[in-house]
C-alpha cells in the first residue's frame, strides 16, 4: 500500500487545545522540523507528500527531494491565503501578489496563458479565475518535483456541488500539458464520480475519507465503500483514523482490507505511528 | 456566503434553488459559472413576479438584512437570515417582530450550533450529567486582521461591529443555547489594527445564574479558521467542548458516563449529513444547517436557531458594545 503524508500550513488544521495549536504551528513554521517530520514519515514507509504549499513547506520540500526520492503532489491555490489576500487586497491585488512571485518566464507564460481567458476572467468566471490562479501558484514551484496536480478542497467541493466537471478536465488537460497527471481530493467523491462520470477515468488518483467508523464519509459509509469497491486501484484513502479515534496500524488494515491504492497520514499520525511502532515497524507494507 | 447556500440549496434532495436576487445584475454570468443554475433577479419583486418561494435566504450585508427582510415579507415566506442578524438590537427586534407577525419559519446563521459534537455538548448538559452548571470560560480566535482592513466588513455602522459581531458571535449564539437568557454583561473591547473592534473580553450571567468569561480576538497567529473552545464546570464535574470531540470529567457515574474522564468524538455521532460544501469551515454543520431549516419549515415548528434565539445572541452583542463603551454593566432589558 502507498502511503501518503499530507502537509498544510499548520495555522489550517484543527487541534485539541489552543495550546496544542500553539505548540504545533510555532514547531512547524520552521523548515527544519518539516524536514523531520518528513524524514520520519520517510522511514515509516511514505514515499509521497501530498501538499499544499505555503513559504515553509516549499522549502522543506526542496531539501528534502534533494536528500530523499518522493514525488510530491501539489494541491493549488493555497486557498485561506488567497481568502486572506482577497479580503485585504482585492481580486486584483490578489491576483498581483501570486504574480509578482513568478519568475520573469513564469510570468510570460502565465500572461499568454491568461490571455486567451481575459473575456471569461472579466465576467469573474468561477471556472477560468480558479484555473488563473492555480495555474500562478503551481508556476510558483519552481525546483519542486511535483507529479500530481489537485485543486484545493474549497474550490473542489464547491465545483461539484454546481456540476462543473470542466474545472477538473481543463485542471488535467494543463497537467498532462507539464507532463504529469492530475488527481482530486475530496470529502464527496461519490459526486466526484456522479459530476465526472467517465471522465472519472483522467485521474488516476482520488483522495476521499476512508475509515472504520464513516467518519466524513459523505454521502456514507456504504456508498462510499460501494465506490471505493468498483475501482480500488484509483482511491487514496483520507482521514483514516477518524480525527485520531482509530489507531493508525487498525486504520490502515482497514484500507488494506478494501484494497485502496494508498493511504494519507496527517502529521498527528504520523508522529504517533513513529513513536507507537518505532522505526520502520509501525506500518503494514 | 450566498454561493454557499445557494449550492447547498440545489443539491439538498428536500429543496429547489428557484432564484438569486442581487442588484448586481452582473453576477449572472459568474453565479451560473459555478453551476447555479438559477435566474438572478435585480429585485425581490421582480423574483416574486416569476416565482414563488416558500423560503428566502438573507445574505446581504448585515445593514441592509431589515429592509430585506421588510421587503421579502410582502407574501409569507420562511426566513433565513445570516449572522449576525442585524447591525443594532434594535434592528433585530424589528426583523423578528416581522417574522412573527408574519406567522413565518425563521432561522439565524449560526452555523457552528450545528455541528454534531455541539449538539452532543448541549445534550449532556441539558441532561443535568454535570449537575447543576455553575460557570464557564470560553474562546474564540482567528487569525485575520494584523492591520488596516478595508471593506464593509471592517465598518460597524454595515457590519454591526468586528469580532465580537461577526466572529465571536457564533459562540454567543452557542452559549445562549446553551444557558438561556442573557441577564448582565461586563466587556472590554480593543481596536488595535482596525476601525472596528479586534478584540475583546466579557464576563456574561445569564438568567440561571451561570456565569463565565470569554476571550475573543482575530488578531492572534496560529488559526487561519476560528478556533473556538468552551469548559463548563459544573457541581458534578467538567464539560471541554473542541472542535471534534467533547472531553467530560465526572466526579461519578451520571447520565450513562462513567467517573472520571469520558470522550465523545465527532466520529461516534450520528452522520446524518449528505454532502460537506465545504470541509475545512463549518464542514457538514452547513448542510445540517439547511436540514434544520427544512424541517422546521415542513413541521412548521420554529428550530432551535430561530430568530428568537439569534435575538439572544444580539442582546450579548450589545451589551458588550454598551458595557465597553460606557464602563459599566450593562443588564439586559
Known amino acids: ?285 | 456566503m450566498g454561493m454557499v447556500h445557494g449550492h447547498l440549496l440545489q443539491i439538498h434532495p428536500e429543496t429547489e434553488l428557484v432564484a438569486f436576487v442581487d442588484r448586481d445584475t452582473g453576477l449572472a454570468a459568474h453565479l451560473a459559472s459555478q453551476g447555479l443554475r438559477a435566474k438572478l433577479y435585480p429585485s425581490l419583486e421582480a423574483a416574486y413576479g416569476e416565482t414563488a418561494p416558500d423560503a428566502l435566504f438573507v445574505c446581504t450585508p448585515t445593514h441592509t438584512h431589515l429592509a430585506v427582510v421588510r421587503a421579502a415579507l410582502v407574501r409569507p415566506v420562511h426566513l433565513f437570515v445570516e449572522k449576525p442578524v442585524a447591525t443594532t438590537l434594535a434592528d433585530a427586534e424589528a426583523i423578528l417582530d416581522l417574522a412573527t407577525q408574519a406567522g413565518v419559519m425563521h432561522a439565524a446563521g449560526y452555523v457552528y450550533g450545528h455541528l454534531p459534537v455541539v449538539a452532543a455538548a448541549r445534550e449532556v448538559l441539558a441532561a443535568g450529567v454535570l449537575g447543576e452548571v455553575l460557570r464557564f470560560t470560553a474562546h474564540a480566535y482567528v487569525s485575520e486582521v494584523f492591520g488596516e482592513k478595508r471593506g464593509w466588513f471592517f465598518q460597524k455602522e454595515l457590519a454591526g461591529g468586528g469580532v465580537v459581531a461577526n466572529m465571536a458571535s457564533h459562540l454567543l449564539f452557542i452559549l445562549g443555547w446553551f444557558f438561556g437568557p442573557i441577564r448582565r454583561v461586563v466587556a472590554s473591547t480593543r481596536s488595535h489594527a482596525s476601525a472596528v473592534e479586534d478584540s475583546a473580553q466579557v464576563l456574561l450571567t445569564f438568567t440561571n445564574g451561570v456565569t463565565g468569561l470569554l476571550d475573543t480576538s482575530w488578531s492572534v497567529p496560529g488559526t487561519q479558521m476560528l478556533d473556538y473552545g468552551l469548559t463548563v464546570d459544573g457541581r458534578g464535574g467538567t464539560l471541554v467542548l473542541g472542535r471534534d470531540r467533547i472531553l467530560l470529567h465526572l466526579l461519578s457515574a451520571a447520565g450513562g458516563y462513567e467517573a472520571g474522564w469520558n470522550e465523545i468524538h465527532a466520529s461516534s455521532l450520528p452522520a446524518d449529513a449528505a454532502f460537506d460544501v465545504s470541509p475545512h469551515i463549518g464542514g457538514e454543520a452547513f448542510y445540517r444547517q439547511l436540514t434544520t431549516f427544512v424541517r422546521a419549515c415542513q413541521t412548521r415548528t420554529q428550530p432551535f436557531s430561530s430568530l428568537t434565539e439569534a435575538l439572544n445572541t444580539q442582546r450579548m452583542i450589545d451589551g458588550i458594545y454598551t458595557s465597553a463603551a460606557s464602563g459599566q454593566p450593562v443588564d439586559a432589558a
Request: hydrophobic share 50%; charged share 20%.
Open chain 1, 1 to 285: 500500500m502507498n502511503l501518503v503524508l499530507e502537509l498544510r500550513p499548520p495555522e489550517s488544521r484543527f487541534y485539541g487545545s489552543w495550546r496544542e495549536r500553539l505548540e504545533t504551528v510555532a514547531k512547524l513554521r520552521r523548515p527544519d522540523e518539516v524536514h523531520a517530520l518528513c524524514e520520519q514519515a520517510y522511514i515509516l514507509g511514505v514515499r509521497t507528500i501530498v501538499a499544499v504549499l505555503d513559504d515553509t513547506i516549499r522549502e522543506a520540500l526542496l531539501t528534502f527531494q534533494r536528500w530523499r526520492d518522493v514525488a510530491v503532489w501539489a494541491v493549488v491555490p493555497n486557498m485561506f491565503a488567497f481568502i486572506r489576500d482577497l479580503t485585504d487586497l482585492g481580486m486584483v491585488g490578489a491576483a498581483r501578489s501570486r504574480f509578482l512571485r513568478l519568475t520573469p518566464a513564469a510570468m510570460t507564460r502565465t500572461t499568454l496563458g491568461a490571455l486567451g481567458a481575459l473575456g471569461a476572467i472579466r465576467r469573474r468566471d468561477f471556472v477560468a479565475g480558479a484555473l488563473l490562479v492555480a495555474d500562478m501558484e503551481m508556476a510558483a514551484l519552481r525546483g519542486l518535483r511535483v507529479t500530481r496536480l489537485f485543486l484545493h478542497p474549497q474550490l473542489t467541493e464547491i465545483a461539484l456541488a454546481g456540476g462543473l466537471p470542466t474545472l477538473f478536465t481543463e485542471l488535467a488537460t494543463r497537467a498532462a500539458r507539464q507532463g504529469i497527471d492530475a488527481g482530486i481530493v475530496t470529502h464527496n467523491p461519490v459526486r466526484a464520480a456522479t459530476v465526472l462520470g467517465a471522465d472519472l477515468a483522467r485521474f488516476p488518483a482520488v483522495i476521499a475519507p476512508c475509515n472504520p467508523l464513516g467518519y466524513k464519509m459523505f454521502p456514507g459509509r456504504d456508498a462510499c465503500e460501494a465506490l471505493f469497491r468498483s475501482d480500488p486501484g484509483r482511491f487514496f484513502a483520507d482521514e483514516v483514523t477518524a480525527g485520531g479515534s482509530v489507531a493508525v496500524e487498525k486504520a490502515l488494515g482497514h484500507v488494506q482490507g478494501l484494497g485502496l491504492a494508498g493511504a494519507v497520514l496527517d502529521v498527528r499520525a504520523v508522529e504517533r505511528a513513529y513513536q507507537v511502532g518505532g522505526v520502520g515497524t509501525a506500518i503494514p507494507a
